[in-house]
């Protein structure tokens, strides 16, 4: 009896005079960790740290408008491995154990396939391909290639550089997008924290310093300002003729210009040939700016979220810009005002994701959601043609399109899709020329590049590697392939998370020295976790 008057009164409720924690007090008390990030936070900013859908914010959004199309998305592996979907209704009991078997079986198959050749380049001679942990030496350059790949390795000579942090503070924020000037000089960086950075070469800091200056001088407020407080900073980090070059950071540890106006996050960049700046963002706007101002020079307003721009290639007072809406505009820079529009058709598919010139811009051409290329004529912005990205079977739908690139010099353009496969179609016949397989790719913006005169194409991917093809193999030493097939990769990573945007320098001597020109290729990677990396390929730096 005494044991129970302890626990209960004479009413029956307990007897704790000790207060109960409030629902925001638990929520604090509870810690999460996002296993792609490895970011840890209380269980209340849960909503606000981690994504909703994939590893970017536009495929969130397109799964919410076009929900006819998600059960497509279903199953992560799409409907390639689906290819049989017509069953009677005898056998409609066993498919679904049929596909998680055939999932289950090609998972493993490709996880085999990724593994390669593992090779870490640094201190860490592991050898283990395993995705890294965010405890991962970052330091460490682990190198693997397509365990088929027969013939000489580009890339395996490749080293880390420097290694930069877009965001500030101890929150971790994805790189959207990552841009090179035509230049080479300036790389522009983006992504979820809304502000766009850029950052300059060392060798080149002076050229453009003196360039702003010179605005400020003439009453105009430069972005110059903003470097006086930087000015110890650069000073220090100014080169030393008797230091070793191998020793030397390619960019300033702080950014050139740093621009906040976008209230969302920013999904592309471009550049024209006189150091404008586009930015786009899913504030449903795009920015004009320019190196030598601190404010924004002009802001484009659009109805729903810009996924992508692009300066014309020959007229740059003219940009082309893709939304959500359908819609794709060319706009006049000086007037401020659309030129000419034009609308894709079809209801939840006429979402557009990807935008560029094609054919020195004769052509502009739409990445849609469900798959599609579209093609108009610039002077008027016409219907021309469009090709279905999908396989060739036909079985499946298509996938979002995520990126698109012309070739340079030829008249070819390389499609990045959320199936992770890139390929490379002929503008004269609209054929596919070839298609590049390696990396994982099934709901990021990711999108491959061209090196600069085209012989590679880089890309990054989920399984936090980056991935390099040449564009036309040597098959040559392969008897008895597929000419049209193009799964001989090199790839390597620093990173311990997605790799989300990465570009080739376009003069890899003036990035890393000017007087070393006879390095191979430079390559700019950004990451999930706001990482920005350089990576060099030569054995002397």
Known sequence: EKEEEKVTDRTGEKDDSRPLPSDSQILEATYVKNLDTGEKF?????????PKSGKNPVDHQCLQRAKELSDSWE???GDELDGDNEMNEGSSQRKPRKKRFVKKFFVKGRDRKHKGDGRSRGDNQSGSDEDPSPEHDQKTVKYKQASHNKGSLDFEKIRLKQDLTHTLGHESRAVWVIEFSICGRLLATAGQDSIVKVWVLRNAYSFFHELQVKYARMGVHSSADSLSEKSSVTSSHSSDPDEDPSTLKPFLEQPLCTYCGHSADVLDLSW?????LLSSSMDKTVRLWHISRKECLCCFQHVDFVTAIAFHPRDDRYFLSGSLDGKLR???IPDKKVALWNEI???GSHLITAANFCMNGKLAVAGTYDGRCIFYETEHLKYHTQIHVRSRHGKNRGRKISGIEPLPGEDKILVTSNDSRLRLYNLRDHSLTCKYKGCLNSSSQIKATFSREGEYIVCGSEDNY????????DFNILSSVRRDRNDYYE????HSAPVTAVAFAPV???TVDEGLRDIGEVVIAGDYQGRIKVYVNSDVL
């Open 42 to 50: 209380p269980l209340s900013l849960a909503e606000q740290r981690i």
């Open 75 to 77: 199953g992560g592996l």
């Open 272 to 276: 024209s040939k006189n150091f404008f």
């Open 330 to 332: 060319l706009w006049n």
């Open 345 to 347: 058709e079809g209801v």
């Open 466 to 473: 980056i991935y390099v093809w040449k564009t036309h193999h």
């Open 491 to 494: 790839s390597f990573s620093a």
């Open 508 to 510: 890899p001597g003036i």
